[in-house]
Structure formats: structure tokens, C-alpha cells
């Protein structure tokens, strides 16, 4: 099962833009989903999971500009992303972890917050 993330791109400071990750097959017992990302430090950083029971947890960083959410039927995640700044600028992976310690990742996705 592979994981297909889309949505990036270039934006100017202000902006939005959402994010989507779709597996390419079914993933048995599905605890966790979430987004990652990793910018000019390299460090891949937490930036929102959202449980099998739809609890959502976000980074400080970007609390009430960012929405997490899922699709179950879709085996799908979602990042609404508003209010963009030039430090939101990074790669985006999305991660998905089930009950039996199995961990998927998607391969990235591009967005660059600039003017």
C-alpha cells in the first residue's frame, strides 16, 4: 500500500491551500493519521494527527490556522491550511499508523509560502 500525497504548491503569505493523502489499497486497523513536515532544518516535525476516533492534536505553531480530518471509506487525510506564512514553507508527509505497529508514509509534497 502506497501513500499518494497532493496539494502543494506556491502561495503568497496569507493564502490557503489543502493538502490531500490517499492509499492506494486498504490499510487493516487504522489508529492514527497525520501530517508531517520537514523544511531547511531538515528535522521532520508533527504538524496535526487525528485519531481513529477523530481526536485531533495539532502543533503549537499552527493551532486555528490549520484543520486536520479523515476519510475512513477513502482510507484518506485531509490538511486545510489558512493564514500560510513563509514558515509554513516545507515538504508535507502524510503518515498513517495502525493498532499492529505498522507505519506508512507518503512520499511528500511541496508547498512554499512566498511573495
Known amino acids: 500500500v502506497q501513500l499518494q500525497a497532493s496539494g502543494g504548491g506556491l502561495v503568497q503569505p496569507g493564502g490557503s491551500l489543502r493538502l490531500s493523502c490517499v492509499a492506494s489499497g486498504y490499510i487493516f486497523s487504522i489508529n492514527t493519521m497525520g501530517w508531517y513536515r520537514q523544511g531547511p532544518t531538515n528535522e521532520r516535525e508533527l504538524v496535526a494527527t487525528i485519531t481513529s476516533s477523530g481526536h485531533t492534536d495539532y502543533a503549537d505553531s499552527v493551532k486555528g490556522r490549520f484543520t486536520i480530518s479523515r476519510d475512513s471509506d477513502k482510507i484518506a487525510v485531509y490538511l486545510q491550511m489558512n493564514s500560510l506564512k513563509p514558515e509554513d514553507t516545507a515538504v508535507y508527509y502524510c503518515?498513517?499508523?495502525?493498532?499492529?505497529?505498522?507505519?506508512?508514509w507518503g512520499k511528500g509534497t511541496q508547498v512554499t509560502v512566498s511573495s
Open positions: 503518515k498513517i499508523d495502525n493498532y499492529y505497529g505498522r507505519t506508512y
